[in-house]
């Protein structure tokens, strides 16, 4: 009963994150659910769900082409450095990986736009950079409450 669970709580994130970055363009909504995959060890789960993430990604038209990829790299690695300096629960490790991963999504822009020959607008990407960073805290914490129906079973 639990897989059936973990299945429907990952079709109802998908679903909702694909609605809100609809609301908000630039957002990635999907990179709050890698990090409740990192943070659960799930690697399991991650193995056929980041391709999607980033193919999803792609497909909306969120980031230049191929940025996906980068940005969900810098997610993984900045996750797992501070793994390494905080306990992966605590709200301020969320906090200061937020902060960390809107300088990441200003570098990711910053980076891919010379490579694709797009203009390279600052103001509108520290906008986007600045609300990714404020988003994931509370998006993190949301998820983190109702994770807790899928494990209810196990505890």
Known sequence: ??????????FGFIVLAIGLQALAPGLDVLAAGLIILLQERDYKNMLWLLPLFVLLQEGMGTRVFGAAIVWYAAVIALFKLGRWLFEVENFIFVFLLSACLGAACYAVAWLMAPLQNLTFNVQDTLDKSL???LFLPFAWRFLVLTRQWTNNEEQ
């Open 131 to 133: 609300i990714q960073a």
């Open 1 to 10: 009963m639990s897989k059936f669970r973990n299945t429907v709580w990952w």
